[in-house]
């Protein structure tokens, strides 16, 4: 997998978009994108996956510059129940077996 | 569907007993983890499987070991507990086909076993 950066933590508000950023400076040509959210006392699940440009789903959305040295998970209008660990993993699926989770990013959410 | 379930859910230990956490999953994937989370910290890889048969040392083998002789069994073995064992433990899998779909390989988390060692 490749090396990762993303803030150890955020804050926001009920209601507020949530911008959670990924740095990835040397993803390779077959790499992908993926974001896992953990909740407490939880194991983590799969939220979203992109290569490029933008994906978005019923949970996130998911964009990455043309470059794709970075990537920006959005939660939209959070809520109390987002507040969760997110990990940001980028890899070749296919050859990576070794798949190591990051510190990630511990959204708290506010009321 | 059940997915991966992990068994026991909490444990509590003596130093130096041993003892193995259960892992199973009915989905026929192919790969298998165990990861380990201490208080407020990230995942760390224990051991893993590409398959029955096969298993490879992750980030924090020491102290652990593990089988794989079936697709659907990944049994985590402490052999001798020590108080720095004391944390929660995650069971995974995931599927990787033949053809190797680089976009696939969603991996599938059990609820996580709680053991303390005393």
């Known amino acids: 997998l490749a090396k990762t950066t993303q803030p150890i933590s955020m804050d926001s508000y009920e209601g507020q978009e949530v911008n959670i950023t990924c740095s990835h400076n040397n993803i390779a040509t077959n790499d992908y994108i993926t974001w896992y959210q953990q909740f407490p006392s939880q194991g983590p699940r799969f939220i979203i996956q992109?290569?490029?440009t933008k994906v978005t789903n019923e949970v996130a959305s998911l964009f990455i510059p043309a470059d794709r040295k970075s990537s920006t998970l959005s939660l939209p209008r959070v809520s109390l129940s987002d507040t969760a660990v997110y990990y940001c993993?980028?890899?070749?699926?296919?050859?990576?077996?070794?798949?190591?989770f990051g510190k990630g990013t511990r959204l708290h959410i506010l009321p | 569907n059940a997915g991966v379930t992990q068994t026991p859910k909490f444990r509590i230990l003596k130093i130096g007993q041993s003892m193995t956490l259960q892992c199973t999953q009915d989905m026929n994937h192919n790969y298998m983890y165990w990861y380990r989370q201490d208080p407020g910290m990230g995942l760390k890889l224990i051991y893993y499987s590409v398959g029955a048969g096969i298993t490879d040392k992750g980030e924090v083998p020491n102290g652990y070991n593990v089988s794989r002789s079936t697709t659907e069994d990944f049994p985590l073995r402490l052999e001798l507990a020590a108080p720095s064992q004391t944390s929660v433990y995650f069971c995974?899998?995931?599927?990787?086909?033949?053809?190797?779909?680089?976009?696939?390989?969603?991996?599938?988390f059990g609820e996580g076993s709680w053991l303390t060692v005393v």
């Open positions: 995974a899998s995931s599927y990787l086909g033949a053809t190797g779909d680089r976009s696939g390989n969603t991996i599938y």
């Open positions: 993993l980028v890899g070749d699926m296919t050859r990576d077996d070794k798949i190591i």
């Open positions: 992109g290569y490029k």
